[in-house]
């Protein structure tokens, strides 16, 4: 049957699209207020794209230089800062963007913003119909408001959206009508819009349909009419648009680049982008609308590359460039890696430095292993902690952290999340996979284990431990065949592993088949007969009411007698319960001889006698 199933999300560039972001030596950041995303595109080689997002409530409005990024969302105002120097990588990432700053606005739909070349912040408050900048008291201090508007109020009276920089200072703005009343623009969807030149307070033209994203540029005010899919550029000589290119979209979202523009695409959506003469267009030209990214050629006109989104992300706000990038990344608020990553300012004319010692960190992970191995697991949980803080991307210190989390602290929920972060960090991690399936296995989500299991396989087809532990979680779930196929795949790769003859004999057992299972107990026991005490355990289960060949399976010159004790505690258990050995039990109760060897005819004796 065919699966028509389509993608949660699928980003792809067209044929040339990386080559021609080589050549231009620059990356591209984009906002898609509908899935609350910031995007960055850059390369990650000649034939892959570097693809890194961030979650951020309704992010719309994007200001870019090569190492600060502004970001409006729901209700705050972002500044992130480039925490790298030159040449300088983090993962193999050339920028690190961290949010050092963020402004509470409240929910005032921000859209549009730009930084003058003042310092000043100047953004759109869609909600309050003005210009606004940034205050350190109140959400928003308003600077200017279209001629039309007679008061400031959060009534969205005009849908003002789009700011454009010229000479350094805000000066041209969009808006979708010139109502004032409260969300008048929704009737003047189709031709209401304006472009005010700000300082004048001029309105330089009419008749627009939802005009989005003024961008001054090359001596030409160029924007998107959006409600037609035309980019193009206003003649503010005789105040009317010129389309260049028509894009099967709602275009949202401009940037420039050489000799080349940027334009966002947003698939139609009910009321708001319907009924609109985009509809129409897209019906003459034979195509449906389309969400992505398209690069005119200001040249020619020409859409010369492509970014196509498909699946859940149907809408997109904004997008930039960052010239001299070829791949960012930026921290999240909600990662733990935000606060590890610690920059110091520059001194004595040196660049700014990143807080990152691998090197240190591998020392601190192999400090951790060595805890772990000797039962000191709060010891092992310092020492990989502080492998972290020296490497963000010590994978091995979250895989280890994990470990010792699940295996003797019993804290399931935060090795979960320190596995997780490590397959943020290596996906293809069979490991983190592994450890990550151990964790759910016990915590009885055995469905969800068989899968990391599955997975750490397919990373690595020659894991003998994945089949064991697939085998394990089979076994819980009384599937037998099943599993004694996983262990019989873990012994084809680790034939001399005791833990797995081990394992395979209790499904022998719980079948029935003790012959069977007592040879693999002696296999097991032949290879590692310093075992600590699962495969007596399991042995003097089987041979409960048969003492005298258990005896002579003890009795055999390839065991130590270092496990007598250990043989004779797990056995006093079984023979204390049998009526006849009660009264000869107290032989469990007394100390070791110093020559151990004696154990063997003191067992014997009360055995036979």
């Not at 699209?17 to 207020?33: N, V």
């Not at 970001?71 to 990588?89: A, C, K, M, T, V």
């Not at 394992?503 to 057992?509: D, G, Y």
Request: some cysteine; glycine content about 6%; aromatic content about 10%.
């Amino acid at each position: 049957m065919t699966n028509n199933t389509k993608p949660q999300f699928e980003l792809t560039g067209s044929r040339q699209f990386i080559s021609w972001l080589l050549e231009q030596r620059a990356s591209i950041a984009f906002t898609t207020y509908q899935a609350g995303r910031l995007f960055l595109i850059g390369v990650k080689s000649p034939e892959r794209l570097s693809i890194f997002e961030r979650a951020f409530n309704r992010c719309m409005g994007l200001y870019a230089t090569p190492d600060t990024l502004y970001l409006s969302s729901l209700y705050q105002l972002w500044r992130f800062e480039n925490s790298l120097s030159p040449g300088q990588l983090y993962k193999n990432y050339d920028r690190l963007y961290v949010p050092q700053l963020a402004y509470t606005t409240g929910d005032i739909h921000a859209h549009d913003l730009v930084v003058e070349k003042s310092g000043r912040v100047v953004f759109v408050n869609t909600l309050f119909s003005c210009l606004a900048t940034v205050h350190e008291r109140y959400s928003f201090e308003p600077l200017w408001q279209p001629p039309f508007i007679s008061k400031l109020a959060g009534e969205d009276r005009c849908h003002l959206n789009g700011l454009a920089m010229r000479d350094g200072e805000a000066r041209y703005v969009t808006t979708v009508s010139q109502t004032d009343i409260y969300e008048g623009w929704r009737t003047h969807r189709h031709n209401g819009g304006t472009v005010i030149d700000v300082p004048s307070n001029e309105i330089i033209m009419t008749g627009l349909s939802m005009p989005h994203s003024p961008r001054y540029y090359q001596g030409k005010l160029w924007l998107l009419n959006s409600g037609t899919g035309y980019f193009g550029y206003v003649d503010l000589d005789k105040g009317q648009f010129e389309p260049v290119t028509f894009c099967p979209g709602y275009l949202r979202g401009l940037t420039f680049i050489g000799d080349f523009a940027i334009v966002g695409l947003s698939k139609s959506r009910e009321k708001t982008f319907s009924g609109l003469p985009l509809d129409d267009n897209l019906k003459a030209k034979q195509v449906e609308a389309r969400c992505g990214l398209q690069v005119i050629d200001l040249r020619s006109g020409d859409i010369v590359h492509a970014l196509q989104i498909e699946g859940l992300i149907s809408e997109l706000y904004d997008v930039a460039v960052l010239p001299g990038v070829q791949r960012p990344m930026a921290l999240g608020l909600k990662t733990d890696e935000i606060r590890r990553v610690i920059t110091t300012p520059p001194t004595n004319n040196k660049a700014p430095v990143l807080i990152n010692n691998p090197e240190g960190a591998s020392k601190r992970i192999e400090d951790g292993k060595n805890a772990l191995k000797q039962g000191n697991p709060n010891e092992a949980v310092r020492h990989f902690h502080q492998a972290i803080t020296q490497d963000a991307n010590a994978v091995f210190a979250y895989i280890g952290l994990a470990q010792a989390q699940q295996q003797q602290l019993a804290q399931h929920d935060a090795a979960i999340a320190n596995l997780n972060q490590a397959l943020a960090l290596k996906p293809k991690s069979a490991t983190a996979h592994l450890i990550l399936g151990n964790v759910l296995s016990d915590m009885e989500q055995l469905d969800n284990a068989i899968a990391h299991y599955h997975q750490a396989l397919h990373y690595n087809p020659n894991y003998a431990q994945a089949y064991n532990n697939l085998g394990l979680v089979f076994k819980k779930q009384d599937k037998l065949d099943l599993a004694q196929a996983y262990y019989q795949k873990a012994l084809a790769l680790k034939p001399d592993d005791a833990s797995i003859y081990n394992n395979l004999a209790t499904v022998f057992e719980a079948r029935g088949e003790l012959e069977t299972a007592i040879e693999h107990y002696q296999k097991a026991l032949s290879l590692n007969p310093d075992d600590d005490a699962s495969i007596y355990n399991n042995l003097a289960t089987v041979f409960e009411g048969n003492w005298k060949r258990l005896l002579n399976i003890i009795k055999k010159p390839y065991h130590s007698i270092r496990n007598m004790r250990k043989f004779i505690n797990i056995s006093a258990m079984f023979l204390s319960s049998n009526p006849n050995w009660k009264k000869r039990s107290t032989i469990f109760k007394k100390p070791l001889l110093s020559n151990q060897i004696m154990l063997m005819p003191i067992l014997v004796k009360h055995l036979y006698y």
